[in-house]
């Protein structure tokens, strides 16, 4: 059987820097790359922005391993259905702020013969989020990528989604708000593992069509991630247990629109919790040779400096 080519778009950003970087190591399918014409809109999920010179040595190095780097404006169907033509995957990794940039994306998909469309999710499962009681932000984005599953199914194309759980790096600042009593298991995806993780859900025939909620770096509660990063840092972390009305005054009165986002989410988990056990461990069954970063590593390499980073932008 011939190999699939996979492509993927937001290569540069942390998901799919790593995804394309997995796909390489893993040798299964061709790789290609839709980078965006330079001048185009920038966003991006943590805030902090890349310019061209920045990706460029990505891009040339990805060159040189075999990838195939296309250009385009990507909002404009004449240049992204040539650019995704020969595409058996498109795995977009857009960015938070970016999701309605998947439109078009769909629809030159379409047109050019691409199977499979893997939308830029990899968080909560969205389908339930969507309908969350308390207004937000994230609850807004939950409702537009639950939307852009039934367009991808409108075009007739195929689909993997891939939920992921929280994204560690984003809730360790101190004192780390703990959703509830932080017993129950959460699905914990460093955005580098949901990137890795990617490639090897697509390899998997269950994969098609189907929702694959991922622990891609650990399945475990909070308390017992707590605990973890108190053995890695060799010291107490500082924790605070917070319910829903915790959450909700907290989440009221956050003015860092970052900051906010992610207590709604901390607001969600608390006030819906009976939709915490849809986040599972796919990988546990499916891919039981998939090893995300250890959890010590994770701190070391990952966490601590994104919650150092945060810490420096809460204190401005
Ligand atoms: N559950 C969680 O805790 C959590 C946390 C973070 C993120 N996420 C989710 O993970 C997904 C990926 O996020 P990420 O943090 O990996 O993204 P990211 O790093 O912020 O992505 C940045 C990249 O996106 C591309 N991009 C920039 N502006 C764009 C635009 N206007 N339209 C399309 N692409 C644009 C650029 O790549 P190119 O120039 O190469 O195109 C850029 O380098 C998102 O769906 C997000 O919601 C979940």
Redesign the pocket.
Known sequence: MSRKTVTV????????RACVNELLAQDVFDVK????KPG???????GVL?GVAE?QPLWDEWTRQGVEVREAD?TDHSELIPALEGTDYLVS????F??E?QYPLIWAAKMAGVERFVP?????IYEWEQFWPTPSVHRT?AAQ?AFIRRVIELAGLDFTIIP????PE??MVEPVGVMGDGERKFSW?C?QD??RIIPHVLAHPASRNAVCPVAATAYCSWNELLDAREAALGRKVARNYLGLEDWRAAHAAESNPLIKAIMA?GLAATECPEGMPLWANWNALHLPDFKGTPLDQAFTDIIEPMAEAMQATIQG
């Open positions: 778009f937001a290569a540069s950003g942390t998901a799919g790359v839709l980078r965006r185009q809109q920038e966003k991006s999920s943590s890349m990706k990507v990794c857009v960015p938070l970016a999701t940039s830029s999710e990899y968080g909560y984005m990528k992921a759980g929280l994204w984003y809730y995806s955005g949901v990137g989410i």
